[in-house]
């Protein structure tokens, strides 16, 4: 079968049945459309385990690193599992290959003094700096991905409950509360800055450019790294760095690992784990600095 139209079926079929992401759909379709671009024309369902083992070698040799590959051959199995039930193939060729082993890494943990230096960069007397100071505000106060926040929409928002119903990865929706300090930079932000912003126009979205656009997530990406900058950071700051701050101070206050997973829209606790450790190592911190005999 051809190998764009054998692509396209599996995309279809993963997304009506799983209703995924268009992000990992997305991530799906490039890694098979490389794979079938490797095999030179050859068909895809006339392959073993020794093709999928050279293609993961090439794909090494590129410069792809361990977690983006475990990513590729989680596409390829997903792909060649959907090929087995459809009775396209009769052997997995992925069955008998090891996914590579991934060493746990921690995401950049803000302190919160460093929290502080962020969300006072913004020069709230201007308004791109007041939906700056807006976006960061809310961004600590929900720990949302920052997908979610540049693509946050005003009737997501319940002003009067202090919500916001989210819509994350897979479909599902959650709802996180916002908190009274970012509630009120939300309120000032929408009678005023947004507004200017606008300048009669329309738009959906919350947090507009001076064009009337949606923000970007690249953009929002370079505003946090030149508050960051103006901060005096210098730390390694990711697109989810104030998320990772959220879920981690959470946990430092004592909260319920459970609770952060559901305000984090995790669908695995495992996931979520991987604060405690950062929570963890500030514990020590505070226990060797304060404690008589630390």
Aim: proline residues 2%.
């Amino acid at each position: 079968m051809e190998a764009e139209k054998l692509i396209n079926q599996f995309l279809d079929a993963v997304w009506v049945e799983q209703g995924l992401s268009k992000n990992t759909l997305s991530a799906y379709a490039s890694d098979l459309h490389i794979f079938a671009s490797w095999l030179a024309g050859s068909d895809m369902l006339d392959v073993d385990n020794t093709h999928i083992s050279r293609f993961m070698a090439y794909r090494h040799g590129e410069g792809v690193g361990k977690r983006s590959l475990a990513r590729v051959l989680s596409s390829l199995r997903r792909f060649y599992g959907y090929c087995m039930r459809e009775n396209f193939i009769a052997v997995d060729p992925t069955a008998l290959i090891e996914i590579p082993r991934i060493v746990l890494s921690l995401p950049t943990a803000l302190s919160e003094n460093d929290v502080e230096l962020l969300l006072s960069g913004p020069e709230v007397s201007d308004i791109l700096g007041f939906r700056d100071k807006t976006m960061l505000e809310t961004l600590y106060a929900t720990g949302l991905r920052v997908s979610e926040l540049v693509n946050l929409k005003f009737e997501q928002v319940n002003f009067r409950q202090g919500w916001v119903r989210i819509t994350g990865k897979g479909d599902k929706e959650r709802l996180v509360p916002i908190g009274e300090e970012a509630m009120s930079w939300l309120e000032n932000y929408i009678n005023d800055s947004r507004s200017a912003l606008l300048n009669g126009r329309q738009s959906d979205y919350l947090f507009v450019t001076n064009r009337a656009d949606a923000m970007t997530r690249q953009a929002f990406w370079h505003i946090i790294k030149r508050y960051a900058k103006k901060a005096g950071i210098k730390k390694a700051l990711s697109p989810h760095t104030l998320r990772h701050a959220f879920a981690t101070h959470l946990l430092n206050y004592g909260a319920d690992l459970r609770v952060v997973q559901l305000l984090l829209g995790h669908s695995n606790l495992s996931t979520t784990q991987i604060y405690t450790h950062i929570a963890r190592e500030r514990l020590k911190e505070l226990h060797a600095k304060y404690h008589p005999r630390g």
